[in-house]
């Protein structure tokens, strides 16, 4: 059974910096493409960044410039460096990953982790 494991939340003050990491665990093939995400109350998942297994990044424009997403792909592991920390930046970080379980009988498939809260204090 895949899981993906998010650590690295908490409480920040407005410029501070927190790195978030996310383990992919379990009978695991391979991994295409991995993500953070987040959520606030009432809103829907925000895509925050995401990079594929060749290193390709993606970036919403809200992080552009104080966010760097990693990958080590020997670890399985996914990082989000988030720097200048702002209090709109609060909010549960969910690292999403696609990837082949097993032998890879599902095909590509979407996993998620529990999530991580970050809260950012004026």
């Known amino acids: 059974q895949v899981q993906l494991v998010e650590s690295g939340g908490g409480l920040v003050q407005a410029g501070g910096s927190l790195k978030l990491s996310c383990v992919a665990s379990g009978s695991i093939l391979s991994i295409n493409t991995m993500a953070w995400y987040r959520q606030t109350r009432g809103k829907e998942h925000e895509l925050v960044a995401q990079?594929?297994?060749?290193?390709?990044?993606n970036y919403a424009d809200s992080v552009k410039g104080r966010f760097i997403i990693s990958r080590d792909n020997a670890k399985n592991t996914v990082y989000l460096q988030m720097n200048s920390l702002k209090p709109e930046d609060t909010a549960v970080y969910s690292c999403?990953?696609?990837?082949?379980?097993?032998?890879?009988?599902?095909?590509?498939?979407?996993?998620w982790g529990q999530g991580t809260q970050v809260t950012v204090s004026a």
């Open positions: 999403n990953s696609i990837l082949l379980e097993g032998r890879g009988e599902r095909g590509w498939t979407n996993y």
């Open positions: 990079i594929t297994s060749g290193g390709n990044t």
